[in-house]
């Protein structure tokens, strides 16, 4: 079979990650959480006294850490110069400073070509999830989807992740990380004109699951039949 590239982006707890892992794990593809990897550079900014409200600072130094992602959706990694980073990227702290320092042009540059080398390394194909996976770093994608879900749904998903969160609170950040993402110059958080938009508020986890797995697979069908061409 040919090897597929599917873009997944959308807003923060519309569902990108768990999807993105469950189709790569059913279809033998690998995964990649870009996310993960602008929370890995802010987190190597903040332990490296960077300040992250400093732009040029930040692109000063953003060659600096080695970011290392694992692809093998039932087992993701990500590693900063070496050391385990998957905890520490989820801080309270790397999520309020994360939508600065993924601003800055130069970090940007840098991350888009990491995740294009990825990609392109692998064999099988591979489920990209992002914000501007398929309108910048991955625009000739086999197949791109936009998830969506009311702010409340995320918030109540969000919150429903972390012991004692106040569900107003997290939809407050959420909502103000969204409106940083979507007016940022560079590769803004954006649906492709030919992404699908799905809207997840409505449906379950495995709804969402198997509405992206129909999709590859019809996309896939498609490419096989115009291979073949006509009888
Ligand atoms: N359709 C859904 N219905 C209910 N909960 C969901 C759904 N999709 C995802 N979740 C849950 O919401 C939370 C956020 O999902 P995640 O995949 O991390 O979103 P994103 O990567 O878009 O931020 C997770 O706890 C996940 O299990
Ligand atoms: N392709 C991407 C992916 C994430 N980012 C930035 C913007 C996001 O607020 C942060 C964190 O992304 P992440 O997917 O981990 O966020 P959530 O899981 O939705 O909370 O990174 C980006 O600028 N471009």
Redesign the pocket.
């Given at each position: 079979m040919e090897s597929v590239i599917v873009a997944i982006d959308g807003p923060?707890?519309t569902g990108?990650?768990s999807t993105s892992k469950a189709v790569a794990a059913k279809l033998g593809l690998s995964y990649l959480d870009?996310?993960?990897q602008?929370?890995a550079i802010t987190w190597w900014m903040i332990s490296n006294g960077v300040d992250v409200s400093d732009a040029e600072a930040v692109a000063n130094a953003a060659a600096k850490p080695v970011i290392v992602s694992g692809t093998d959706p039932a087992r993701p990694t990500i590693t900063v110069d070496g050391a385990d980073a998957a905890g520490p990227i989820r801080t309270e702290e790397v999520?309020s400073k994360?939508?600065a320092v993924?601003a800055v042009p130069e970090v940007r540059a840098l991350i888009t070509e990491l995740q294009r080398s990825i990609a392109k390394g692998a064999e099988q194909g591979i489920v990209v999830e992002?914000?501007?996976?398929g309108t910048t770093v991955l625009p000739d994608a086999d197949l791109k989807i936009f998830l969506t879900a009311s702010p409340e749904a995320r918030a109540a998903r969000r919150s429903g992740e972390v012991k004692g969160a106040d569900v107003h609170a997290t939809k407050e950040a959420l909502i103000k990380?969204d409106a940083a993402?979507s007016s940022r110059k560079t590769s803004p958080l954006a649906k492709a004109d030919d992404a699908v938009e799905v809207d997840t508020t409505d449906l379950t986890l495995d709804q969402v699951i198997e509405c992206v797995v129909t999709l590859v697979d019809e996309r896939r069908s498609r490419d096989a039949a115009q291979a073949e061409g006509p009888e």
């Open positions: 923060s707890g990108k990650s870009t996310g993960a602008y929370r999520t994360v939508s993924s992002g914000r501007d996976i990380r993402d």
